[in-house]
C-alpha cells in the first residue's frame, strides 16, 4: 500500500483528463529557468558586442567601396581628359570634378585628399599586369585617395571609439594599340569632295587623264592622304605603343602595309597610290575582312593590345561581301570599329550601321577640313583601361 502511494506521488496525477506537476517538477523548472535567465544575461553582451563588430566590418566596406567608385571615376576621367587635350592641368581639373562630385560616406574629396601622379605604364604579355611609374612621357595617371579625416566607426569596441582611413588607388592607362586603317581608292575618290563622281574625268585632272596617272590635285584621295597623316602624326607624338596597318580597297581588297611602328611605310603605300591611281569599283566588306586579317597576324599582332578598325568610304559599296555582315565577322574577333564618310555621296547609314556592329562611333566629313577633324576625334577616342 505504501509502495502505490509512493508511486502515485512520483507520477502526474489526471483530474477530469487536465495534468498537474508535482512539487519536485515544478522545483525542477524553476532550476532551469534561472539557469537561462543567467545565460541570456552573460551571452547578451557578447551577441551585442559580435554584431556591432559584423555591422562596423560592413560599414568599413561599403566605406572602401564607395572611395573605389569615386577614384576610379576621377582617375578614368583624368585619364580620358590626358588622352584628348595632353594637358595635365586640365587632366588635374578633370579628376577634381569627379571626386566633389561622387562623395563617399558623404564626405567630399578633392585633389588635396589624394595623390595624383602622371607617368607610363606598360605590360609585355597578356597575363601580365600593368606596371606603372612616375614618367615624362605619360601614357597614364595615378589617383591615390585617402580623404582628409578619419572616419569614426558606428560603433564602438570594447567601450573604446574606434576610426580607420580608406585608401584606394586606380591607374588610367592609354593602352597599346594595334590598329588597321582601310581606305578606300574607289574611282569616285579622283573626284573633288564637292563634285558628283561619274564615267567622264575629275574637274581637275590635267588633258589626257584617265585611271592610272597621278591622282587630280583635288581628288578626295588626297584629301584621305592628309588627314591619315595627321592622325599618324599624333600618334607618332603619343607616349604608348601604337602598331598600324594600311590597306585599301576598289573591287577587290589589298594589305599594303602590315601591322608596324615604322608610319614611314604607310605614308610610302599612300604616296604610291597617288602617283598610279588605278580607281575601280567600291568593295567595302572585303575591305573590312582586308583590314581585320592583319589584326589578326599571328606574327606581328600583339594579343595583349586593344585592336582598333577605321574604315573610311566615299562612296555606296557596290560589289563583294557586303559591309555590315563583314563588320559582324570583325567585331566578333574583339575589334573595335570605327567609321569614316567623306562626300554628300557617301552612304552615311550603312556605315553608321558598321560602327554600331563594331561597338566604335561613325563620323561624316563634307570637306577635307572636316575629314582631318574627323580622323583627329578618332585618335583622341581610342581606348583608356583602368589597369590597377
Request: hydrophobic share 40%; glycine share 6%; aromatic share 6%.
Amino acid at each position: 500500500m505504501l509502495a502505490n502511494i509512493d508511486a502515485n506521488s512520483a507520477c502526474n496525477e489526471s483530474q477530469g483528463g487536465r495534468f498537474t506537476l508535482n512539487v519536485v517538477d515544478k522545483a525542477r523548472l524553476r532550476s532551469r529557468s534561472g539557469t537561462t535567465v543567467v545565460m541570456l544575461v552573460i551571452l547578451l553582451p557578447v551577441m551585442l558586442a559580435v554584431a556591432a563588430y559584423c555591422i562596423n566590418v560592413v560599414y568599413m566596406e561599403m566605406a572602401r567601396t564607395e572611395l573605389q567608385i569615386s577614384t576610379d571615376l576621377a582617375t578614368r576621367a583624368a585619364g580620358r581628359v590626358l588622352a584628348v587635350t595632353g594637358d595635365k592641368a586640365e587632366a588635374i581639373e578633370a579628376a577634381e570634378r569627379l571626386l566633389e562630385a561622387n562623395p563617399y560616406l558623404d564626405r567630399t574629396l578633392s585633389i588635396g585628399d589624394a595623390d595624383i601622379i602622371f607617368g607610363k605604364s606598360n605590360r609585355t604579355e597578356e597575363n601580365r599586369r600593368y606596371e606603372f611609374t612616375p614618367d615624362k612621357k605619360v601614357n597614364s595617371v595615378s589617383l591615390r585617395a585617402f580623404g582628409a579625416d578619419d572616419v569614426p566607426m558606428l560603433f564602438p569596441t570594447m567601450g573604446v571609439p574606434i576610426e580607420f582611413r580608406p585608401i584606394k588607388q586606380a591607374v588610367a592607362t592609354q593602352v597599346e594599340l594595334d590598329i588597321a586603317i582601310v581606305l578606300d581608292r574607289s574611282g569616285s575618290m579622283a573626284f573633288s569632295h564637292d563634285e558628283v563622281a561619274k564615267n567622264g574625268s575629275p574637274s581637275s585632272a590635267p588633258p589626257g587623264w584617265k585611271m592610272g596617272h597621278a591622282v587630280p590635285e583635288n581628288a578626295r584621295w588626297l584629301d584621305t592622304v592628309a588627314a591619315v597623316n595627321g592622325f599618324l602624326d599624333i600618334m607618332e607624338d603619343s607616349s604608348h605603343d601604337e602598331r598600324v596597318s594600311l590597306s585599301t580597297y576598289s573591287d577587290k581588297s589589298k594589305a599594303d602595309v602590315k601591322l608596324t611602328g615604322d608610319y614611314t611605310e604607310i605614308r610610302a603605300a599612300m604616296n604610291a597610290h597617288s602617283t598610279k591611281f588605278k580607281g575601280g569599283a567600291t568593295n567595302i566588306g572585303s575591305g573590312i575582312l582586308e583590314g581585320g586579317a592583319t589584326l589578326g597576324d599571328k606574327k606581328l599582332a600583339r594579343s595583349w593590345a586593344s585592336r582598333v578598325l577605321i574604315v573610311m568610304s566615299d562612296g555606296i559599296h557596290n560589289t563583294g561581301i557586303e559591309p555590315i555582315p563583314a563588320a559582324q565577322q570583325v567585331a566578333n574577333e574583339k575589334i573595335m570599329i570605327f567609321t569614316v564618310t567623306f562626300s554628300d555621296e557617301a552612304n552615311v547609314q550603312e556605315m553608321e550601321k558598321v560602327a554600331v556592329s563594331g561597338g566604335g562611333q561613325h563620323f561624316h566629313a563634307k570637306d577635307s577640313q572636316q575629314l582631318t577633324e574627323a580622323f583627329r576625334k578618332i585618335a583622341k577616342s581610342l581606348p583608356t583601361l583602368i589597369t590597377f
